[in-house]
């Protein structure tokens, strides 16, 4: 079923790092969305440890932390119909590599880590995704 829907989602520091972040939201806005907030913050490592939990588990979970926390990022909650699955179709594959053309991680992407973009990946998460840069 087809239902308007809210998701996160961030624009990382290699993106912002090259000033890609009106870009990036001008596609998002081309392909149907709606920034209902955004915001452009610098989270600690920390905070990018409890943002990222999921994958604590995982070989990149260091990395990963560290990088999310290396330098400015700008998050937004994006709405549209089906919000969550056109957010991860419209980023396309994590590794920029395997990404399909008019993807944002195929045109923008420069490595798996810095993927220019994250966005939730279910709509439970995007609830406790927005609900953690977004609780005021
Ligand atoms: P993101 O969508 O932000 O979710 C978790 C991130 O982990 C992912 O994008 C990648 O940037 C990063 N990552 C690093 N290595 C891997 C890997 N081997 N598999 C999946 N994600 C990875």
Request: proline content about 3%.
């Amino acid at each position: 079923m087809n239902q308007i829907e809210k998701t996160l989602s961030i624009i990382k520091p290699d993106a912002i790092e090259r000033n890609l972040s009106e870009d990036i939201k001008s596609i998002f806005l081309k392909n149907g969305f709606q920034i209902l907030n955004e915001k452009k913050i610098k989270i600690s490592k920390e905070e990018a440890e409890q943002f990222y939990l999921v994958h604590q588990s995982k070989p990149f979970y260091n990395e990963l932390c560290n990088y999310l926390s290396s330098g400015p990022i700008l998050v937004m909650i994006l709405t549209k119909e089906n919000a969550v699955s056109e957010n991860r179709a419209l980023m396309g594959a994590t590794d920029p590599k395997d990404a399909k053309e008019g993807t944002i991680r195929k045109k923008y992407g420069l490595s798996i880590d810095k993927n220019s973009v994250h966005g939730s990946d279910s709509t439970e998460n995007a609830v406790k995704e927005i609900n953690f840069f977004f609780k005021d």
